[in-house]
């Protein structure tokens, strides 16, 4: 019985941190970070920023914060619901839309940091979501299916050309 617990823990942390792993290396990193990076080369950009961390209580960014991240986990879910009805064009237009928010919130909560982390649920919430990512890229499952996930990409890259 000892053993079927543990095979079952350690599938459910592969899978995980399988899932983790796709979504850090080709999902943010191919998606997500160019389109940031699209987005703070805007002057205006950094202005609200400095005016969201300056100017706002708060609860405001909190209710911003949340707001952001609710919305784009929305879009999220409705893309999915597109990929189930075989429509992968939507699936693909809706998850690409869905980091549009996910950066404004993730820059809300970089520049906005100290004041959410006065509610102390919050901080909580946060580290322990530190914690966790820690401890799933800490995985020797992780360390093997990033130096494959590298190896493949860096294979990719030969036979383009790049």
Known sequence: MRSLYKYIKDLLIDLVVVG??????????????????IINSVNYYHTFLDY????????????FFVVLFTVSEVVGLLAFYELA???????????FIKYIPVIF??????RGKK???????????????IKIIKILKSTRIYKKMQKLASEYINTLRVLSGR
Do not use: D, G, T
């Open 52 to 63: 969201i961390e300056y100017s706002f209580n708060r609860y405001f960014i909190l209710l």
């Open 20 to 37: 983790y792993l796709i979504f850090e290396e080709f999902i943010w990193n191919k998606i997500a970070r160019p389109l940031y990076n």
């Open 85 to 95: 009805n075989n429509h992968i064009i939507s699936f693909i237009v809706l998850y």
């Open 105 to 110: 919130a993730f820059a809300i909560l970089k």
């Open 115 to 129: 004041k959410l982390f006065s509610f102390s649920w919050f901080r909580r919430v946060y580290l322990y979501v």
